[in-house]
């Protein structure tokens, strides 16, 4: 699969859910989904887990052939002062269930050869 940041993007917006994270909201979709999403991008695409700790925990996020990629940070109000702190995924893991990152795998592949309706 290759790995073009746009259509990621895209893909997660569609594939969220109350299913992937209990705080996901249709005006907010991203809210809670950082541990599963950044899970789930290493997983498709390799590269490197990373965490910034902020006032209500650690936001987990990728980087890439050397670039940052943070699918989720819409969710948050304020810009974020990146640490990018390296990260296990038994670290993003703690934020996210078993079942979260098999419905979140499952509805991104859906999504993906889906095109958006419009």
Not at 24 to 32: M, R, V
Not at 35 to 53: Q, R
Not at 60 to 65: D, G, L, Q, T, W
Request: hydrophobic share 40%; glycine share 6%.
């Amino acid at each position: 699969m290759s790995f073009d940041p746009d259509d990621v993007q895209r893909t997660l917006r569609r594939a969220w859910s109350l299913a992937t994270a209990s705080q996901w909201t249709a005006t907010n979709p991203a809210a809670g989904q950082c541990n599963v999403t950044a899970l789930l991008i290493h997983e498709l695409f390799g590269g490197d887990l990373l965490k910034t700790p902020l006032p209500a925990g650690d936001h987990f996020y990728n980087r890439i052939e050397g670039r940052r990629y943070d699918f989720t940070a819409s969710q948050f109000d304020e810009p974020i002062v990146y640490m990018d702190s390296p990260a296990s995924r038994a670290d993003a893991a703690l934020g996210a269930t078993g079942d979260q990152l098999t419905e979140l795998r499952v509805a991104f592949q859906e999504h993906r050869t889906k095109p958006a309706a419009k």
